[in-house]
């Protein structure tokens, strides 16, 4: 049984990454990567600072999640070949066949496109072009740590354990999510200082895996429960309520300031925002959007592909409209935006429809 409110919040979070990308492009908080921003303080920015704490750790949630309701249905090997062909071969195979131009505009934006010998500058350019694949990397990796986990607990004592807590009183929920958030905390702390010596640490602080894993772990194990959600769900105002204020003090905290800095990613804060932030995106999308649509079930076709496409057109658009042209600041936000959602749509229509390239750039072996 689909649950349409875990296919809204995937899709819904996709969309909400097209826009933190346009508005990032742009950024003048320090933040590493984008094409530069258009004063020293930009109020703007505050899109930036309200998202990026929790809308991967929500998409790891929502994945966690969904393997369980996929495990219900397949076998291990089955889980691990489909994981494999949807997440390992777009964000390897994909790279060389499309991806490349993503990180032909890294290399030439950030400078170092002269320094690279011309043998070289394909494949450099290649593992230039990983962008949000990031994020299908580490989940590829996570699955099959989860079936591992699986196979020590073949019977799911620990599942059925998680899925008591939705029968607990309002009282103990509210403990055992504040001790969920302690988790959530404590992963958050493994990071790593940033120097330019050092570029490696900052892709650590980027793919954040232990993090995240708890964030993928706890969505399989809690998260997939029903009563959990339901429970929740009559809680969203509240919930609700609590992410706002803690959005709003990280926003305070971290306005015209590198959001991604070491000492930034494992503050309390920053931890405990993004994950009430999931916790309230739960509650609030079966309490409210839990129901289908046509554009709803389009988009929960089409998001995986729109997510893996979107990154081109958007540094492209991006690029050129500030580098080339003098359009004022508020129209190029517009069309970056316009260009970065028309385009990644009509690359997913297309890419898709095209046998080999859709193996390789998104994981289609059939239409």
């Known amino acids: 049984m689909r649950r349409d409110y875990i296919d809204n919040i995937r899709w819904m979070?996709?969309?909400?990454?097209?826009?933190?990308?346009?508005?990032y492009m742009f950024n003048a908080e320090g933040v590493f990567g984008g094409v530069g921003g258009f004063a020293p303080v930009q109020y703007q920015d505050v899109i930036c600072n309200a998202t990026f704490p929790w809308?991967?750790?929500?998409?790891?949630?929502?994945?966690?999640?969904?393997?369980?309701?996929?495990?219900?249905?397949r076998t291990h090997k089955e889980f691990i070949r489909s994981r494999t062909l949807k997440l390992l071969v777009p964000s390897t195979l994909g790279l060389f066949v499309f991806h490349w131009m993503t990180g032909f505009f890294n290399i030439y934006i950030g400078g170092g496109w002269d320094t690279i010998p011309a043998?070289?500058?394909?494949?450099?350019?290649?593992?230039?072009?990983?962008g949000p694949l990031w994020f299908i990397q580490n989940l590829w990796v996570f699955s099959l740590l989860l079936v591992l986990i699986r196979l020590m607990d073949r019977k799911d004592r620990f599942y059925n354990l998680c899925g008591k807590i939705g029968t607990l009183s309002p009282i103990t929920i509210a403990v055992c999510l504040l001790a969920m958030g302690a988790l959530v905390l404590l992963a958050g702390q493994p990071v790593l200082q940033t120097s330019i010596e050092h570029p490696a640490n900052g892709l650590f602080n980027l793919h954040r895996p232990i993090f995240y894993l708890v964030g993928f772990l706890i969505g399989y194990y809690v998260f997939s429960h029903d009563s959990v959600i339901e429970g929740l769900?009559?809680?969203?105002?509240?919930?609700?309520?609590?992410?706002?204020?803690?959005?709003?003090?990280?926003?305070?905290r971290t306005f015209d300031k590198d959001y991604t800095a070491p000492e930034v990613l494992k503050s309390r804060l920053f931890c405990l925002f993004a994950w009430f932030a999931v916790v309230a995106v739960f509650a609030c999308a079966k309490a409210w959007c839990n129901g289908k649509s046509v554009f709803g079930e389009y988009m929960t076709r089409s998001s995986f592909g729109i997510y893996i496409l979107h990154y081109l057109p958007c540094v492209a658009v991006a690029w050129t409209l500030k580098t080339m042209t003098s359009l004022p600041v508020w129209s190029i936000y517009v069309l970056t935006l316009v260009a970065t959602f028309l385009v990644s749509f009509a690359l997913w229509e297309t890419l898709r429809r095209i046998p080999f390239i859709?193996?390789?750039?998104?994981?289609?072996?059939?239409?």
């Open 358 to 367: 859709r193996f390789c750039v998104l994981g289609i072996k059939k239409r």
């Open 233 to 252: 769900q009559k809680e969203a105002v509240a919930l609700l309520l609590i992410s706002l204020t803690m959005c709003v003090l990280f926003v305070i």
């Open 55 to 73: 809308f991967m750790l929500l998409l790891f949630v929502v994945a966690g999640a969904s393997s369980r309701y996929s495990l219900e249905k």
């Open 13 to 23: 979070t996709v969309l909400l990454v097209l826009v933190y990308h346009v508005f």
């Open 119 to 130: 043998f070289v500058r394909y494949p450099v350019m290649a593992f230039s072009g990983i």
